[in-house]
């Protein structure tokens, strides 16, 4: 039996080259938005948690000290560490480890990101309780997820869709229950924005390499949704569909 690092270490090690090369997570004016933060500050220590194929890291580099790119899979972080040298940003350093427990010194960061990552943490209030732990007093929590629908059926076939795709899917929490997380944290949000993410039905299912038997599956609960749950998400014929993503910006007082 494996726990649930173990499911994420295996998930994502054997499909970390997909995830740097994959447009949903290499685009985005989301992206836009994490290095006009970093920019706020001179010279800028930053935490990427969760960091995946490395690309909230490659955009604040420029604009900063120091990154550290901190992942729970070590097959990430090979990638993003040769990404970083072919980009010449030589001042990204990899780290392994857990969300839940990181490895450094109270207040030593003037910027924490995390970017489609969270869904995937165990114990995401102990994970943003350690984001604020290791943030200084000024620095900057951003969060930027898929989210969970406020609609509890539309919510029902979100997280059952994404757990049959990826079986180290935790769970998309909503625009408010982030807010109030965040809150519980420590910290005191001073923006948050929603949109929708275009989702291609077959290289969703193919960066993740899902079982077809799982494909079948979450076709199979598309075409029998409910008419407001397949408007909700937009589903297309080839079960493409939009899901709901979030950006929010907290301050360590």
């Known amino acids: 039996m494996r726990n649930h690092d173990q499911v994420i270490a295996e998930q994502f090690g054997s499909t970390a080259a997909a995830y740097l090369t994959s447009a949903v997570h290499a685009q985005g004016a989301d992206l836009q938005d994490i290095a006009a933060c970093a920019r706020q500050y001179a010279q800028a220590v930053i935490l990427d948690m969760g960091c995946g194929g490395g690309h909230a890291s490659f955009a604040v580099a420029p604009h ?107 769970r998309n929490v909503s625009l408010a229950s982030w807010q109030w997380l965040i809150g519980q944290a420590g910290l005191h949000i001073e923006s948050d924005k929603s949109w929708k993410l275009h989702l291609e039905f077959s290289s969703w299912v193919a960066r993740m390499r899902t079982p077809p038997e799982h494909v079948a599956a979450i076709q199979s609960l598309w075409r029998s949704a409910p008419a407001e749950v397949r408007r909700y998400f937009n589903v297309a014929e080839d079960f493409s569909f939009d899901i709901d993503t979030v950006l929010l910006t907290a301050i360590k007082r």
């Open 64 to 170: 900063a000290r120091q990154v550290i790119a901190y992942d729970l899979s070590a097959g990430m972080l090979d990638v993003v560490r040769q990404a970083a040298a072919e980009r010449q940003l030589d001042n990204i350093e990899t780290r392994q480890g857990s969300a839940d427990s990181l490895p450094f010194a109270d207040a030593g960061f003037d910027m924490v990101c995390t970017r489609f990552s969270a869904h995937h943490w165990h114990h995401l209030p102990q994970a943003l309780a350690e984001a604020a732990r290791v943030l200084k007093p000024g620095g900057r929590f951003i969060v930027i997820d898929t989210a969970a629908p406020a609609d509890v059926l539309a919510d029902t076939y979100m997280q059952a869709i994404e757990l049959l795709r990826d079986p180290s899917h935790v």
